[in-house]
């Protein structure tokens, strides 16, 4: 198992700020890109970014660029996600995944997640 350990989700206003992080082990972080991907209440999962293994290459679904911001730490075996500009729209579950592609099934291991809701 890989084990991928999200946190910092939490309740904020819309037009505020969040940064999440995922703290992976069991494996050597840095041979791997990562990705965030977020479940919206009652619907699918949609992909939200991806960053490589030196996190030299980023992307970003267009719902979320410009205002999240993906990166990583290799020396500490963690991801992060900042988001800002928080919008209602944003609320779901975000899970960090092993894995380099805006492919949903193109992922190996995934984290149980972390609820974020932007809410006044």
């Known amino acids: 198992e890989v084990p991928l350990v999200e946190s910092g989700g939490g309740l904020v206003q819309p037009g505020g700020s969040l940064r999440l992080s995922c703290a992976a082990s069991?494996?050597?972080?840095?041979?791997?890109?990562m990705s965030w991907v977020r479940q919206a209440p009652g619907k699918g999962l949609e992909w939200v970014s991806t960053?490589?293994?030196?996190?030299?290459?980023?992307d970003y679904a267009d719902s979320v660029k410009g205002r999240f911001t993906i990166s990583r730490d290799n020396a500490k075996n963690t991801l992060y996600l900042q988001m800002n500009s928080l919008k209602p729209e944003d609320t779901a579950v975000y899970y960090c995944?092993?894995?380099?592609?805006?492919?949903?099934?193109?992922?190996?291991?995934w984290g149980k997640g972390t609820l974020v809701t932007v809410s006044s």
């Open positions: 960053i490589a293994s030196g996190g030299s290459a980023t």
């Open positions: 995944a092993r894995g380099r592609t805006r492919t949903l099934n193109g992922f190996d291991y």
């Open positions: 069991g494996f050597t972080f840095r041979y791997h890109g």
